[in-house]
Structures are given as C-alpha cells and as structure tokens.
C-alpha cells in the first residue's frame, strides 16, 4: 500500500506540489493523469526516495520513505521496480548486464546460473527474444528500450511498479503493445501499479483507478466511470482534449 | 571470464612497468648501482657541498662514489665512501674535498698513501677540506671588509678612486657570475649576496659627500691625528649606519684612525685582491666567462 | 526610492548569492567525499569496475601523455643549450632537464592533458547519466550510484595517473637527453653527471606525490560535475567545460600549494 499525505514540494520559486493526497492499495493499478509537467514524475519519483518531500508524509508498506535510512532505504528500494520514461538503460551495457542489475537480491546477482536464466525470463515476460539480451542499448528501437526498461523493472520481482510515462513518444501500435504489457504484468506478478501518464485513452484500459494531477494537487481518484461522470471543470477540460476518449471508455 | 584476466593483466603490467621504471630511474639518478663495493669510511669536519654520489678520484680517474654522509655531532661528519674499483689504501691514505668548477661542485680526491702497513678494515681515515674556488671567493669577502674599514683612514681621494674603480669592477665580474642563473648553487649564490652587499656599503661610503669633505680635511691637515679623529666623529653618526653591520658595535672609528699600520694592510689586501682577479682571469675554470674589463 | 534602494542593494545580494552558491559546492562536494568513503565496503562492485576504468585510462592515455612529455623534454634541453652556450658546462643540460621534467613539466603537463582527457570523458559520461535518468535507475534499484560509479573513476585515476607521470617523466628526460646531444658536444657522461649531480631522492617522491594529488583533482571534479549536471544536453555541456576549467585551475592551485608546503616547509 502507498500513501502520501499532504506532499508539497518546490523547486526553487516554483511550486510542483502543494498538498498531495493519494493512495494506492494492494495489487490495484492506478493511472495518474495530468498535463506534462505538472509534475506527476517528481510524485513518482517522491515514492522511491529520490526526490524528498519539503513536508507531508509518505508510506510505502507502512515506512516512511523520508526518514528511512541507507539500508532500509535500498531494502525498500528493491522491492519496488521503476519504469523510467525513456528507459535509462545503461549504455555501456548489454541488456543482459542492464537486466542483471534489476535483480537487487544481492546472492542472486552472483549467482551466475541464476542470472543467466531469469534474464531470458523477464525478456520474455515482456514479449523480446533472448538473443536481444547480447545488444547494446544503442541497437535497440524505442519502444524495445522502455520493453527492456521493464524487464530490468521486474527483473528483481518487485512487489510495486512504477511506470513514468511508459508509452510517451511511441507510435499507437506500439503504445498499444506497452498498455497491453502493463496491464498482463499487472495480472501475472499481481504486482501493486502506478502508471504515469498523459495518455488518457491508455489510462483508462489499463487502470482499476484513475487520478488527475493538476496545479500541484489530486483533482480527482476514482474508477474510469467515476472520472468519466465528473462535472469539475479541469477534468472535463482535460477530457476533452483527448477525443477519442469517449467513444474508447465506452 | 577470461576477457576479464586479459584486461586485469594489461592494468597490472601497466602499474608494474610504471614502478619498475620508477625504481630504475630514481636508482640511476641516485647514481646507486648493483655489484660490489668498498666501503672506506673517513671523518670529515666540514663536508661543504658533498652528497651522496659525489665522485670519489684516485689519481684523477673517478674509483667510486659517496655512498652516505652522518653527522654525528658539530664538527664531526661521517662520509662513506663506495669504492667499485679496488684500491689497495695503507695506513696514511688521505681524502681530501676539492672544489671542481664554480657552481660548487665538489669531488672527493683519495691518496692512497704510500705506507707500507695497508689500512685496517674499518679504519676511519682523517678527511680534509681543499680551498677552491669557493673558499677564495669567501676569502674575497672577508677581505673587502677590511677594505672597507681600511678605505675610512684614507688620505688621498686618488687611492679612494682607485679602491672605487676596483670594487666595482669586482662587482661587475661577479655580476657576469650572477648573470649566468646557475640557480641550485647555494654556495656561490651566498658569496654573492655577501659581496654585493660589501660592494653596494663601500660605494655609499666612498660616495658620500661627509666623507669627501673628511678626506680633503685629512689631506691638508697632514699634522693632527687628533682633529682627524675630530673629523671622524663628526660624520660618524652618519657612517655609523652605513658601517654598523661591518662593525658590529665595535668604537673601531678613532682606534682605525690612529693606527699605522692600516695603510700597509690595505695595500696588502689590494695586492691579494689583484692576485686573485689575476688568477680568476688565468683559469676561470669550466667557466668561458667574457671578463671585458680586464 | 525603490528603484534606488533596488540598485543599492543588488551588488551585496549578488555577492551573498555567488557566496552561498559557492558554499552549496563546498557542501554538496563533501557530502559527496562522505558518501565516496562510506561505500568503500561495496569492493565487490567497484573492484572489476575500477579494472575496466584503469584500463581505459592507462591504455588510452599512454600515447598522449608520451608524446607531450617527450616535446617537453626535448624543447627544455634545446632550449637550455641555448640560453647557456659559452657560459656554463654542459653537463647543466642534464641537471636543468631532469629537474625541471620531473619536478615540473612531467606531472603538470600529464595532469593538464588528463583534465582534458579524462576529466572531460568522466564529466560528459555521468552528467549524461545524469539527464537520462541512468543514475535515478540505479538508485532505484537500491544500488549506489557512490560504488557504480564514481568509486572505480576516482580510484582508477588514482592508480593510473602517477603510473603515467612516470613514464612521462622517463620519456621526458630520455627525450631531452636525445635532442640534447643533436645541438650540444655533450656526452652521455657530462648528461649523466648533471643528472645525477643535482638529483635528491626527494625528487622523484615530489613528483609522485604531485601525481596523486593531481590525479584527485582530475577525477573527483569532474564526477562532482557530471554527477550534478543540470538537466539537457546543454546541461552536459555546461558540467564539461565547467569541469575541465576548474580541474586545469586546481592543478594549478596545487601544484603552487605542494611547491610551498613540501619544497619550503
């Protein structure tokens, strides 16, 4: 379970966050919408521990993130599998060393034999060949990069994912694809999700619970339907920029 | 995995060649070197500018070098010397320092006496110290102080003249000494600050109009020692700062003044002086030095 | 009024700010040695990593640092014939070329082309993965970016850079000796002996010691750079010059500091 209470946050003059409150219970998948840069990765990135709050509180399986020190911190860490937006892999590795790093169980990562079979394993939970294993980062296509960025997500059996924009830049196939993959993950492992995304249309296939981040606050979290029967004017205004949306909701 | 030992073996034979090289090189530099050598320790007093590998000559051909120096006390200095070609040394074998050259380089010159009793493993030989180039400089010094001292009881503005011309002409040889920037000599760079600075107080002296105007007193009035030292009182407080680091608090002024024997001394010293211009003319050393107003 | 009060005030805010920003390096820089020390137990993971970045500098270096130090070498002894001829004994050459090679030329200039060389490379690979996000990632799976990263860069250099003043220095002087005896009548005899005349061991520990500080300033700038590298290519940018600017200056700094300390305590 994931909760922030309360999360404000500012970077320098600019405020990002100005009383955040959202929660994300077991094994649901939850979309959090918003315009780009209202700053739904910095809350992503608030969950993990990379970015601390200025006040509020936030719980990850009933642990405060902030005050969390070094090694309870990375222990927390390993137990939750981020997705970055355009991958951050590794570029001086291969996909198998970019993978191998995923698995945070420290003697599993020296288990060679262990390592050498869970690799093809997670490619394959995210529909790549073994052989993309022997490739470079720079050898890859887009929308194989954010694959392999899931693979090295999952590669530690996490029990949360957190995904930051996982089908920004990709043509509709292929966002498809990932869409397709989240929701499958999320079945298969019964991992926690949240999804950042701008995609509304991807958001509500995806998601047992939307949310909409706008001028540093939740707007609303609730199911699609929910969101769809909503008279707040931001939602409806944030709706109606996506056209297709309706028609695919319903 | 043996991708991984090849790249740990280029580090390594990197970092191993770089050390080896360090210790060959700083070895060479160190002037050490491998094989066998004698060890023939000798007391020295004084070891001036000898160092571990100053070169140790018998007959003039270079037998080994200074291996290590102790001090063991004021006045006492232990200097081994590593001897790689066997010299047979008897009881009286000497070693004594020699200045080579004007940077103050130095070379130790054994004697490997003629006694017929060889010299005993062990034995400390007794070293001396040679005056070169260095000591007659030092020697200069101490002289020109006297010229100094001496220049006050002048009588004749021609012989201050004289003296003047000398002095600075001193200073300009030792200035082309100067000029070549031979930097690490430390010796020869003292030297020169002491005589600079002898030459730049006996100028001011000379210069000054009080002890123009003394002089000119001193030579009409050939008669009174006593007005002369009236005289020499008078400008005293202004020589006394000049003169004061010469002097060192000594009321030397009226003893100086009435002392005979000053006018010999100071012809004395102009005669070494010259001699010692003349000599370091004739054999300036390694030095090529273009002395042009001789 | 308020526009001349707004004047007034804006050169101590300006200098408060600048000091401020200053002390934020100052901080952010030792939190970063902390770190740097405290995931020195993680030998497991930066162990093989520092192997593949000592490799990369030794091997990739090497030529460089070389072919600068044999210049250098060669330019002081046909330079030191000439300000000399007719006055001083040739076997100055050989004193004047090993001092100033292994005091001076030897480890400055190694440093110099390193900070460009290394310091550069090392302030361009982590500010870039710093803006995409690759040092997010692996602290978002637990990991230090501390024994990853920067652990192997800093100690690689540490290593390697003297090892490479070393051989800048042999080279130095071996090149110096060669063009030496192209202008000069000198012997290997009269070189070897001004070598060896002047030498102090201390010398060469000088160098070495002159080495290792330089080979701090080299890596730990530029990682504290990239590593803090704003976001976007310009930010990159901006830590690389940034980088080579202030690791060149510190060498600088340095190599005056260790003059004083260590040559006239």
Not at chain 2, 21 to 40: C, N, P, Q, Y
Not at chain 2, 170 to 179: E, G, T
Not at chain 3, 198 to 225: E, H, N, Q, V
């Amino acid at each position: 379970m994931i909760e922030l209470r309360g999360v404000h946050k500012r970077f320098g003059q600019q405020v990002i966050l100005n009383g955040v409150d959202f929660s994300v219970e077991e094994g649901e998948t939850v979309a959090l919408l918003g315009p780009s840069g209202t700053g739904k990765s910095v809350l992503l990135k608030h969950i993990i521990g990379l970015i601390h709050p200025d006040s509020g509180t936030i719980i990850v399986d009933d642990l405060n993130v902030a005050s969390l020190g070094r090694k309870e911190l990375a222990a927390l860490r390993s137990t939750i599998g981020y997705v970055f937006q355009n991958g951050a892999l590794f570029d001086s590795m291969t996909v198998f060393e970019n993978i191998r790093l995923g698995i945070t169980d420290e003697k599993c990562n020296r288990d060679a034999s262990y390592c050498a079979a869970r690799v093809p394993e997670c490619l394959a939970l995210v529909n790549l060949t073994p052989e993309t294993a022997a490739k470079f980062p720079a050898e890859l296509s887009g929308g194989m990069r954010k694959r392999v960025g899931i693979a090295r997500a999952i590669a530690g059996r996490p029990k949360y994912l957190l995904y930051d924009e996982p089908t920004s830049g990709l043509d509709p196939v292929n966002a498809d694809i990932i869409d397709r993959l989240v929701k499958h993950l999320a079945e298969t492992l019964g991992v926690t999700s949240v999804m950042v995304t701008h995609d509304v249309r991807g958001a509500f296939r995806v998601s047992d619970r939307v949310a909409l981040l706008s001028d540093g606050k939740i707007v609303l979290q609730g199911t699609p339907q929910e969101f769809l029967a909503s008279a707040d004017l931001r939602i409806k205004a944030f709706l109606e920029r996506d056209f297709d949306t309706h028609s695919f909701a319903a | 995995m043996d991708l991984h030992y090849k790249r740990e073996a280029l580090v390594g034979s990197i970092v191993l060649a770089g050390v080896a090289v360090f210790v060959v090189a700083t070895m060479w530099l160190g002037g050490k070197s491998f094989g066998r050598k004698d060890l023939v320790p000798v007391h020295f007093t004084d070891v001036g500018n000898v160092k571990s590998s100053t070169p140790v000559k018998v007959s003039g051909v270079q037998v080994g070098k200074v291996d290590r120096i102790a001090f063991e006390g004021v006045g006492s200095v232990r200097v081994d010397l590593a001897l790689t070609e066997h010299v047979p040394l008897s009881q009286d074998a000497k070693a004594t320092i020699v200045a080579i050259g004007v940077l103050g380089d130095v070379e130790v010159v054994l004697d490997p006496g003629t006694d017929s009793v060889p010299l005993s493993p062990g034995q400390v030989l007794e070293g001396t110290t040679a005056a070169g180039m260095g000591g007659l400089v030092d020697e200069l010094g101490g002289q020109a102080r006297a010229v100094m001292i001496g220049a006050q009881a002048l009588l004749n503005q021609q012989t201050a003249d004289d003296l003047h011309e000398t002095l600075k002409a001193m200073q300009r040889l030792m200035s082309v000494y100067a000029d070549t920037r031979t930097g690490p000599t430390a010796e020869m760079t003292r030297l020169m600050v002491s005589l600079q600075g002898v030459s730049a107080r006996l100028d001011s002296t000379l210069a000054s109009p009080a002890l123009a105007s003394t002089m000119e007193n001193m030579d009409s009035a050939t008669a009174g020692l006593t007005r002369l030292t009236e005289q020499l009182t008078t400008t005293t407080a202004r020589m006394d700062t000049l003169v004061q680091n010469m002097n060192a608090g000594k009321g030397t002024m009226g003893q100086l003044a009435t002392n005979p024997a000053l006018y010999d001394q100071l012809t004395a010293t102009m005669k070494s002086m010259q001699a010692l211009l003349d000599s370091v003319q004739a054999k300036p050393g390694k030095l090529t030095v273009q002395v042009k107003m001789f | 009024m308020q526009t001349a009060q707004t004047a007034i005030l804006s050169l101590p805010r300006a200098v408060g700010r600048s000091a401020i920003g200053a002390l934020a390096h100052v901080g952010r820089f030792s939190l970063m040695l902390a770190e740097l020390f405290r995931a020195l137990g993680e030998w497991r993971i930066w162990l093989p990593r520092t192997m593949d970045e000592a490799r990369s500098i030794g091997a990739g270096s090497l030529f460089i640092v070389l072919l600068v130090s044999a210049f250098a070498g060669a330019v002081t002894a046909l330079q030191t014939g000439y300000q000399f001829q007719g006055n001083l004994p040739y076997y100055v050459v050989g004193t004047l070329v090993v001092e100033s090679i292994v005091l001076e030329l030897g480890p400055v200039l190694t440093a110099l082309v390193l900070a460009g060389r290394i310091g550069a490379r090392y302030a361009a690979e982590l500010g870039t993965m710093r803006v995409t996000e690759q040092i997010d990632a692996l602290e978002s799976l637990g990991r230090s970016p501390m024994s990853h990263l920067i652990i192997p860069r800093v100690l690689a250099g540490l290593v390697m850079i003297p090892i490479l003043t070393i051989f800048a220095n042999a080279i130095g002087v071996l090149a110096g000796w060669w063009s030496a005896k192209q202008v000069l009548p000198i012997s290997n005899g009269d070189f070897t002996y001004g070598a060896q005349y002047f030498w102090r061991p201390f010398d060469a520990y000088y160098s070495i010691i002159k080495a290792f500080f330089f080979a701090g300033a080299i890596t730990l700038i530029p990682c504290y750079m990239g590593f803090n590298a704003q976001q976007g290519a310009e930010g990159v940018g901006k830590a690389t010059t940034t980088a080579v600017v202030a690791t060149s200056v510190t060498i600088l700094l340095l190599d005056t500091l260790l003059a004083k300390l260590l040559l006239h305590p």
